[in-house]
């Protein structure tokens, strides 16, 4: 009889799975690839909240799956404990891929072998166009209540959601904390940010800065400006691109687009009332940050810095004395815990090198770096968002669900094991990643941390005043990251505008339809193949007025940086993108932003730039570029610094008065 009810409840299951494996817990199988990370005991006021929902990828319901391991060559990295991308090592001549598209990185091509401190073996297979530039509809992931919970103070924040509204008004007032239990042991402004000499080329015709319903891009059958002259550009033995047809309910946007005049009001409205949280208890270097605060907004007026060009900033002013106090005062903590590839393994070489080469430079760094926990003003969350996509993504799986839970269950572990983001409610930490993946993969459980993203997209979640808009950089080689640094002078520049590139998302096939080999002034190409005899990739750049950056799979682009690194004035076709370090730059003065829906006007709006702005345009290009070239040993201003920077400069003016 017992018997027979054992068999019954074995059929039916019980929530626990299987008897049999329930009561032998030990004949478990562990979940491939999970982690299990320990805790151990702090210093610290014994009365600090602390988190206890913490949890492992063992105890979770979601497996954490790796991709089948395969052989390969070994990158090569500049020092031990850094990886760069295939034939990282090799790659001595520029031109072996300089026709290149930048955004052109499949899986096939980027194989990453991790050293010998590596827990993960890691193999990519081909599956066509890179995942991380794929934009996956049949994506979801239904939000669990965090583990932190909310910040309960936290004042207004300008985001946009998904549906495209942007929200000016005060918000209401967010949930209370989650309960948290106590574990012992554990550890008024003088300068305006306005620069009243840069003058701005209006793209956006008829609509005022206030107005953001710019409304679609083009018609839906995508026939605009079919009066163009259809005739092939002849003289180029460049193949026109077989643009496939517009499919029903593509990815097209059809709601309001935020203006960069927009952007601007949006974060000076965040400056004046989008403040963090009010630290739970009281430390030494809150008032260090509130100082820096009243000194940077009472900041002296700048007078004959050769190193700074005052019309390409906002308010070089209160940038300059910013920049002094962060040399000054700065001092980050970075975690040492995670295990790699994901956490302290840098990418050195491709378009997602930027995470890579600032952790290398910060990790590196004794000036900025303490180790001593209570004595910092920011927090490093050292993880590689190129390295979790590799590392955890399952091909073709459409469902990051274990990538975002590897995030959480790591962030769960520090809090737990430490008091310092539950003083801030994460307001100090910060993270810094350039996959496209990344602001869905933090929005949820790191979102009061200050994000330095390359996907800065409005209606991906990107916060004025506390994210950071990372400069998405295709490094080469590692070894020698300034290479063919420059271009030609504006006099032998005799293209009008360049663009190549394969067909990522809904806006390029539009560019090319509209464009490609149909006027000698506008080189509009699909992807560049080498040619004999002819110009390559690098060489156009080097050679043309404008570059086009057209928003690819998401509103991020290299070619933003490219065409800063090869002095061509940058014409950026992105609608919701914020630019690099938009809180101290003033890209008005030295690039072109035109709007999606203005494609068929390309031409006309660069012909209607007068030849002295242009020239003006090119020579603030020159004077921008010191901060987007990456040096093995960091230097003054130089990207690394900027990036950096950005992330104190929001944190500090994020301090309540």
């Not at 909240?49 to 395969?70: E, G, H, M, R």
């Not at 404990?81 to 091509?109: M, T």
């Not at 004042?155 to 209401?172: D, L, Q, R």
């Not at 499919?247 to 409205?269: A, F, I």
Request: a positive charge; charged letters at 25%; aromatic letters at 10%.
């Amino acid at each position: 009889m017992v018997f027979v009810v054992f068999v019954v409840m074995q059929y039916f299951e019980l929530p626990y799975g299987s008897v049999i494996t329930s009561l032998f817990s030990a004949g478990k199988p562990q979940a491939l690839g999970a982690r299990v990370f320990s805790t151990r005991d702090s210093p610290g006021n014994p009365n600090i909240l602390s988190n206890t929902s913490f949890l492992n990828a063992l105890n979770s319901t979601v497996p954490i799956n790796t991709p089948k391991t395969s052989g390969g060559k070994k990158g090569v990295g500049l020092d031990n404990g850094f990886v760069s991308e295939k034939n990282g090592g090799s790659d001595d001549s520029l031109e072996l891929d300089a026709d290149r598209d930048p955004e052109d990185e499949s899986p096939s091509e980027d194989f990453v072998e991790p050293n010998h401190n590596s827990k993960v073996e890691i193999a990519i297979t081909d599956i066509g166009l890179a995942p991380e530039k794929a934009r996956d509809s049949g994506y979801s992931f239904s939000p669990n209540n965090s583990s932190r919970g909310s910040n309960p103070k936290e004042s207004t924040a300008f985001t946009a959601e998904k549906n495209g509204s942007m929200s000016v008004t005060p918000a209401a007032s967010s949930p209370a904390l989650s309960p948290m239990t106590s574990f012992p042991n554990l550890n008024s402004l003088t300068n305006v940010d306005i620069n009243p000499r840069s003058p701005m080329i209006s793209v956006y015709p008829n609509k005022s800065s206030e107005d953001t319903d710019i409304g679609n891009v083009l018609s839906k059958d995508g026939k605009s400006g079919e009066s163009q002259n259809d005739t092939v550009m002849s003289g180029y033995n460049y193949s026109k691109t077989n643009v496939p047809p517009e499919k029903e309910g593509s990815e097209r946007p059809t709601d309001g687009v935020v203006s960069v005049s927009k952007m601007k009001d949006l974060l000076l409205q965040s400056r004046a009332s989008s403040f963090s949280m009010e630290p739970r208890w009281s430390s030494r270097v809150d008032q260090e940050l509130r100082d820096a605060k009243l000194q940077i907004a009472n900041a002296p007026i700048m007078e004959n810095d050769p190193s700074l060009y005052a019309p390409i900033y906002r308010n070089v002013s209160m940038f300059k004395r910013s920049y002094e106090l962060m040399e000054q005062k700065l001092k980050a903590y970075i975690y040492k815990e995670g295990e790699r590839p994901i956490f302290h393994q840098p990418l050195l070489k491709g378009i997602y090198a930027s995470e890579g080469w600032f952790m290398k430079l910060l990790k590196a760094n004794k000036k900025f770096v303490t180790k001593s926990p209570r004595k910092a003003h920011l927090f490093y969350l050292p993880f590689s968002s190129k390295m979790l996509e590799e590392t955890l993504y399952v091909p073709n799986s459409h469902n990051r669900t274990n990538l975002i839970l590897h995030l959480k269950n790591y962030l769960d572990m520090i809090v737990a094991r430490y008091s310092f983001w539950n003083r801030t409610g994460g307001a100090d930490h910060f993270l810094v990643a350039c996959h496209d993946w990344a602001p869905s993969e933090t929005r949820q459980h790191m979102a009061d941390c200050i994000r330095a993203l390359c996907n800065s997209d409005i209606k991906e979640g990107f916060r004025f005043g506390k994210d950071v808009s990372l400069p998405e950089t295709y490094v080469r080689s590692p070894q020698h990251p300034l290479r063919a640094l420059g271009g030609k002078s504006p006099s032998q520049r005799r293209i009008l505008a360049f663009f190549a590139g394969n067909l990522h998302g809904y806006l390029r096939p539009i560019l090319l339809k509209q464009w490609e080999n149909k006027d000698p002034d506008m080189r509009i190409f699909g992807q560049m193949h080498s040619v004999k005899g002819q110009m390559n990739y690098v060489q156009h750049m080097k050679s043309s007025k404008y570059c086009i950056c057209a928003k690819g799979y998401e509103v991020n682009s290299p070619r933003v940086v490219e065409s800063i690194f090869y002095e061509c004035v940058p014409v950026i076709i992105s609608d919701d993108f914020v630019p690099p370090f938009f809180e101290i730059l003033n890209w008005e003065s030295f690039a072109i932003f035109v709007a999606e829906k203005d494609i068929p006007n390309l031409k006309s709006i660069l012909l209607s730039v007068p030849e002295k702005r242009y020239l003006e345009m090119q020579q603030r290009v020159k004077k921008a570029q010191q901060h987007f070239l990456w040096h093995p040993r960091p230097v003054k201003y130089d990207i690394f610094h900027m990036i950096l920077h950005s992330i104190w400069y929001n944190r500090v003016f994020r301090m309540r008065p």
